[in-house]
Structure formats: C-alpha cells, structure tokens
C-alpha cells in the first residue's frame, strides 16, 4: 500500500505571530517557521503504518517556498521515503490545494492519503474534505484511531459529544486529530539519511491548477483585548464579587 | 437572494448551533431555508420550523443520512445549490467535516468560522488560533460559510415555516456507520452551557479532576472542560478540551482551575463574560484575561468555593 502525506511549512506553534502595522497579514520575517503540528501527526501515522508492514512507500509532498524543502526533509528524517515539493511563492488556498493534489494523486495513485486536520496559520480546515470531494473518495476526518485491513480503513473519529467508527473503502482521506500518535523526534542518523532521499521540483502548472485566490485579504488586525482583572484576597471574596456581578 | 443553512442535530433535538448559524445568515441576508437531514428526525424539523425567520424547512430522511456523514450529505445538498447563492453551516464536527465537501463540488472557496459579517460578500474570522483577525472578501459567486457559534445569538422561536419533503439520496457511498461512543450526561453541553468550569494539569491525576471539579460545576449547573495538558494526561475526556483545536466556549461564567492559560487554551475560551482564575502560580497568563483572579492553591481553593456556594 502506498500512502501520500501533505505537509505545510507554517509559523512554529510556540512563536507569538504579531499583526503587521499595515493591516495586510501576520509579521513573517526572521520568524521560526515548522511543519503544521497536525501534519507531523499525519506522518507519524503513515510511519507506523510502514513499520507494522501495511504500507510500502511514504511519499510526502509541499506546496509552498524553496524552503518548504527543509519541511520535506523533516519528514523524510521521520520515516518518509521522497518527496515532491511543489513551489510557489503565492499564497495557496486550500480549494487550490486540494487540487494540485488531486493532479499529484493521479500520478501516484496512492491508497490513503493522510492530512492534517487544519493548518494552523489559517486555521481553515477543508483541504482533506475538498481533496475527498475532488477524488469521490470517502473520508475519516478528525481521527484518532486508524486501522488498515483487507483494504478497508476503519476510522475512529472525534466528533462532538464523544467518538465515531467509519468503515472506509479504500483509497480513502484520512484527516488527523491530535490524539492519533505523538509523533517522533528523527534521530541524528535518520537526518542525515534523509539528506539523500529524493525531491521532486514541480509548479502548480504541472497540474493544470492556476493558484489566483477567491479570497482577498481585506485587512489583519489584533484581536480585541481583555481588560486586565483583579486579583481577590480569598474565597469569600471571589464569591461576594461574583454575586454581585450576577454571575452566582 | 436565498441562504440555505444546514441543522445539526442528534434526529432527536436540534442543536442550539442551529439556532445561532440562522442568526448569522440573518446578517447575511435573503430568505432562509433550514435543511434538516436525518432519519426519524421528524420532531427535529418540526422545531427548525419554529425558528423565528425561517421561510422553509426542507426536511430529508434516510438510512444513509441518519448519522450526516459527510458523503450522503455532499450528495443531498450539492443538487440543491441551484436555488441558493449561500450555504450556512454551523463550525460544530457535523459542519466542518461536510461543508468543504460541498464547496470543493461547487468549486467554491468556503470561509471557515466566521465570527462577524460585513456584507454579502465579507467576513471576519479568526486565524493563528484567534491571534489575528483576518476579514477576507470572497469573489465566488456562492458563498459556502461555517460559522463560529459562539460569536451569534441564537435565533429565537415564534416562526411556523412549511415542512416540506425532500428526496434523500441512495448512494451506494463507499464509507459506512460503524458505531458511536457518545457520552451520556445529564450535563449541559460545552459549546452552549451558561457556565463552565474547566481544570488543567495541576489536578495531578483523574481522581483529583473528578473529586474536585465535578462538584464544583454540579453546584453551578455548569458544563466541565478541561485544558489540552489535562486531557493528555487522561485525566479528561477529548470532548471536554477546551482550545483552538477543542471546542471554543463563550459562558457567561467561565472558571479555569489550575489552567495555565496556553495561548492555545485562551483562543478558545477568550470570549467568556466573566473569567475567574484559580491558579497558584501569580505569574501564570491565564490572569492576564481573567477578571478575577485567585491566587491559592487549588487543593483547598476549590473545596472551600464549592462550600460557599
């Protein structure tokens, strides 16, 4: 079996992002940039899958910059095989996206593809559903257990409310949740094996996908801020106060 | 002009995210038709036709659509687009797991989340886990739009709209219904209670969690959430995180017992009326948002509050 991972090359998630003073985005420069958290999940589970011997090949791909290489080079530190980096300097959405993937899917004919759930710059969470609808392929989104079997993928989800088990036929979408696996650091050895591992230059073009976006960026600003509190002597007071906000 | 807006629901009740996503489609403008798919979820539409500005109900009932997987739905609803230049959904799991289905059919680019709306064709919404706002314009022309409930009202009751039956597609779909583990309480739920009370990893262990917190959000009538940290140390259920990648709440009281205050944690809960902090650690940025902050320690603080009460 043959699965394709997706990975995004986003702000590192400890980083503080600060809004531009001009309104037209988040302050990029000279910021530490990693894999999306839920994307180095998707590729701990495509790993595991090799290693219990139900997959053969990990191909992980990127859309993005020059630099969404050293993203690529991380995962193929974790366990992938190559990689192919799709470069463009544009902002992609994610209905763009999901169709350069579906271009890549094509030519690759992978059984599973394996995505984060949501990256965590724009937050938007639809590129697995879209790439899903595109293909007319099902999808476990949200997942938090994955089992391959007789060419079915059984998908436990997390939804609202508690968990949810799909059958899937395969190939299928599988979306992850941050309790699937905890993934990896790559070892010193595996970092420099990965160093060799092949990458593939490609451009949205190759696929036919023209990345103008739909969405234009009116503005980015701070979100508003809380006035600070107080802080209260004990108990009782915390309760007295609340009582006379209404609260109690 | 004409919003569809899709129920979430259990085929018993409809959710309140219902509710408020019809709310945000009043903003939005045009006649609103509520779809309700389901199977044995007449009493359901019933109540979507009581929503004050409804126009219609379409209302859908089938095998495959009983558990609203993403599949049948994108097969019931894209058919439907012809007579609508919106779809509305609520941001719960139902609607983020098929809403991109559907937009990707229309070649529509979505605007997840929504939190406010400026016209029809521009919406704020939150990225980098509510660290910016972004307001984006979109030029499709459909707009398919998931919203964050918590930043809408929920519509009130006093409409009586047509229930009209629809045809639910047949399939055959190549995912299927294994089985579900949905927890049972007599709690409120997270995303709508008034209250909550939620703990963190200073809890130490689940016994703590349970012998601390529960009682306290029993005494309150509140719904329990719980940080990331907590839940992956097990000491919570993963339906109770509250975060940017939990659930986001906005209570009109919102207690955090030995919460950090993770920015990832804040994200989905900053919107709360009241915060009050219960945290031995002063330095902790939870008490940057709260409005009233304790600085004890949580072993007798809480006890001791859940006494007074």
Redesign the interface.
Known sequence: MKVLVPVKRV?D?NV??R?KSDQTG?DLANVKMSMNPFDEIAVEEAVRLKEKGVVEEIVVVSIGPQQAQETLRTALAMGADRGILVKTDETV???NV?KILKGIVGEENPDLVILGK?A???????????????LD??????A?EVVIEDGKA?VT?????????????TP?IVTT???LNEPRYASLPNIMKAKKKPIDEKAPGDYGVDTA???????????PE?E?????E???T??S??KS?G?? | MAVLVIADHDNESLFDATHKTVTAAKAFGGDIDVLVAGKGSGAVAEAAAKIDGVRKVLHAESDTLEKQLAEAMEALIVPLMDGYDAIFAPATTMGKNCTPRIAAKLDVMQVSDITAIEGTDTFERPIYAGNAIMTVKSSDAKKVVTVRTTSFDAAGEGGSASVEAIDAPTGPFKSAFVEEKIVQSDRPELTSAKRVVSGGRALGSKDEFDRLIVPLADKLGAAVGASRAAVDAGYAPNDYQVGQTGKIVAPELYIAVGISGAIQHLAGMKDSKIIVAINKDEEAPIFQVADYGLVADLFNAVPELTEAL
């Open positions: 702000i998630y503080k992002v809004v988040v959405e994610p209905l999901a949501q965590i710059d724009d937050d938007a969470n639809q590129t697995g559903q879209m790439l899903a609808a595109l392929w099902p999808q476990g989104t949200f938090s059984t989800r997390e939804i609202d409310g508690g968990l949810q088990t799909l059958a899937l036929q299928a949740d941050l309790r976006a739909r969405l234009s960026v009116v503005k980015v600003t701070e979100p809380r600070a509190g107080e802080i209260v004990d108990v009782s915390l309760v106060k609340l906000e609260a109690l």
